[in-house]
């Protein structure tokens, strides 16, 4: 490709709307533009990346036995209404009305369209397992659409749904499609770590998240640096401390804490560690009747050591709290504790309610918690002197930077990943839903047993600029930049000697296969090199006429200080090496 006969349009500053820096620089290289909230076209140069995404992702798909069909974008509401998503998903489903005013649904995902051609075509176990995938536009009608391709409205994903026989069918293939996303994210050249995810309702522990390491991310990756162990912050296990609980050193006592009501505030008042404080976190969970109404309420109190976060997701396994929760209100509170939120504690209570303490929490000894009355708190507090010991106990909290590996192996690290790949064993969810079955050997019909597995390939590219760049712009892996090596040729237009040395250098490397572009733009030397430094092409030479006489040109990779001279006649060869072709 020549870059006069390509289309490179190029930005000195951002968007003032471009908050990270994936979506500054890809605007800025020309590689996307915004044509509204969260929907952007994606321009020649960035489209390259996205294909040679999906050229990776189709042939390792491909490699692991799956099938390639595309599915409708505009989908008939009547499947989603099988499954009750239609209803349930709320507003980031896209619910439209055709001219005979028949409710369609622009496609966020697709597991129903897929299981209707399944129960429609995969008639008998002698047709499974199958694996079907698809790479396609999707639409997610985000509340607030942000950070470019990272969190837009549309976007391009490639899905796959397999069918099995029975649960050990679906879990061979959960691990078939685990070993390709691993193959297909090693060639993309990026750090990642696969982290166990949480299974949500479904259950089970077949759930991985395939996360991109960026210190921009938004979710937390849990890792052991002495093991395998990974996880998300939603699915990683804080242990019970060691050891049996101390002995109570102190007696409890009703302790004035003015206009201090927050746990942090209290330690520094009274000059003691935050982990010594105990915090009050009120639930209630509803008891609805067969018409969704509301009948009775539940109070629950969660007791979370001051320096500890509530992880929702393991709150939502506890026993009683499984069902859905909410955030207790001013009136609960105030009938069951006395008392306004700031000072509440377990101690004193108005009326009864189930206590879920935190492991930590467990085993702490002569801790201060809230006294139920504004202004106090209780010191010396001792579960079994001066408290019933808990009724429940379970792991309700975040963990966190030194907590020990739930495997053993040393302390935690946390860092920041973002999310572009999911792994998942459904199981009967929608099969059930939607009477798909399949013929067993037995001549009896059996539901499918399925695994859905998806890939943000628009998001990835956006994840590889958050993890791949410095001040000058973007620095792509080989294997998705849109295009390996620039000739960058200066005073082509002046020198006909850098200018056939500049084509025989593209010629030979198009015959070896290369993505090379030659800019023959024309373009002043410094412009034409942070032209593509921003656009972050990983490898560059330079043919110039001082260098020339010399018998020698230049390479840089785009990570590299400064620039290597090359003897012209090694060229190809020395850039074929640097390549690995």
Not at 296 to 314: P, T
Request: contains cysteine.
């Amino acid at each position: 490709m020549k870059a006069s006969q390509f289309f490179i349009s190029t930005l000195k500053e951002a968007p003032a709307d471009a908050e990270v820096v994936s979506h500054q620089l890809m605007t800025r290289a020309g590689m996307i533009k915004k044509l509204g909230a969260g929907i952007y076209s994606y321009m020649p140069m960035g489209l390259r990346v996205i294909q040679k995404v999906e050229k990776i992702v189709r042939e390792e798909m491909n490699r692991a036995g799956a099938v390639e069909l595309t599915m409708p974008v505009i989908q008939p509401a009547e499947l989603w209404q099988e499954t009750g998503r239609f209803d349930k998903m709320g507003p980031e489903l896209l619910r439209i009305q055709d001219r005979h005013e028949r409710h369609f649904v622009v496609q966020p995902t697709s597991e129903e369209v897929v299981t209707d051609i399944a129960r429609q075509e995969l008639r008998s176990y002698k047709q499974l397992p199958k694996n079907f995938y698809q790479i396609q536009t999707k639409f997610r009608d985000e509340r607030r659409p942000r950070f470019g391709l990272m969190r837009g409205r549309e976007f391009i994903m490639k899905d796959a749904y397999s069918f099995d026989r029975d649960e050990a069918g679906a879990k061979a293939s959960y691990q078939v499609m685990a070993a390709a996303y691993r193959r297909i994210f090693d060639r993309f050249g990026l750090r990642y770590r696969a982290v166990a995810a949480d299974s949500g309702a479904i259950g089970g522990d077949l759930s991985e998240e395939f996360q991109v390491i960026a210190a921009t991310g938004e979710d937390a990756i849990v890792y052991c640096p002495n093991s395998d162990y990974a996880a998300n912050m939603e699915k990683a296990e804080a242990l019970a401390p060691a050891g049996p609980r101390p002995a109570a050193a102190n007696a409890m006592t009703k302790t004035p804490t003015p206009g201090k009501s927050t746990c942090a505030d209290v330690a520094e008042l009274l000059g003691v560690p935050l982990a010594t404080t105990v915090k009050s976190l009120v639930l209630a969970t509803d008891e609805l009747n067969e018409a969704g109404e509301v009948t009775g309420s539940q109070v629950w109190l969660l007791l979370l050591r001051g320096d500890h976060d509530m992880n929702e997701v393991k709150v939502g396994k506890v026993p009683g709290l499984d069902k859905g929760f909410r955030f207790a209100t001013v009136p609960e509170i105030e009938a069951h504790f006395g008392c306004k939120p700031g000072y509440l504690g377990p101690i004193g209570l108005k009326q009864p309610l189930t206590i879920v303490a935190d492991r930590e929490v467990a085993v702490m000894a002569d801790w201060i918690c809230g006294a139920n009355e504004v202004d106090f708190h209780h010191t010396g507090v001792n579960w079994g002197r001066d408290l019933p010991e808990p009724a429940l106990v379970a792991d309700i909290r975040n963990v966190v930077e030194g907590d020990p590996s739930p495997d053993g192996q040393g302390p935690l690290s946390i860092e920041r990943g973002i999310e572009v790949g999911h792994v998942f064993y459904l199981g009967t969810k929608y099969s059930l839903a939607m009477n798909a079955t399949f013929l067993a050997e037995d001549g009896k019909p059996k539901h499918f047993e399925m695994g859905c597995y998806g890939i943000g390939v628009t998001r990835l590219p956006a994840a590889a600029v958050e993890q791949n760049h410095d001040e000058r712009g973007i620095i792509w892996p080989d294997a998705i930049a849109p295009f390996t090596v620039v000739v960058c040729p200066v005073g082509a237009d002046r020198s006909e000697a850098v200018k056939a040395a500049a084509d025989d250098l593209y010629q030979g490397l198009l015959a070896l296969g290369v993505d090379v572009i030659l800019d023959d733009r024309g373009e002043r030397p410094g412009a034409m090199f942070a032209d593509w430094e921003l656009i972050g092409v990983p490898h560059r030479v330079t043919i110039g006429d001082r260098g020339l006489k010399e018998g020698v040109l230049e390479y840089q990779h785009r990570r590299d200080a400064a620039a290597s001279k090359v003897p012209v006649g090694d060229a190809l060869a020395f850039v074929r090496e640097r390549l690995g072709v």
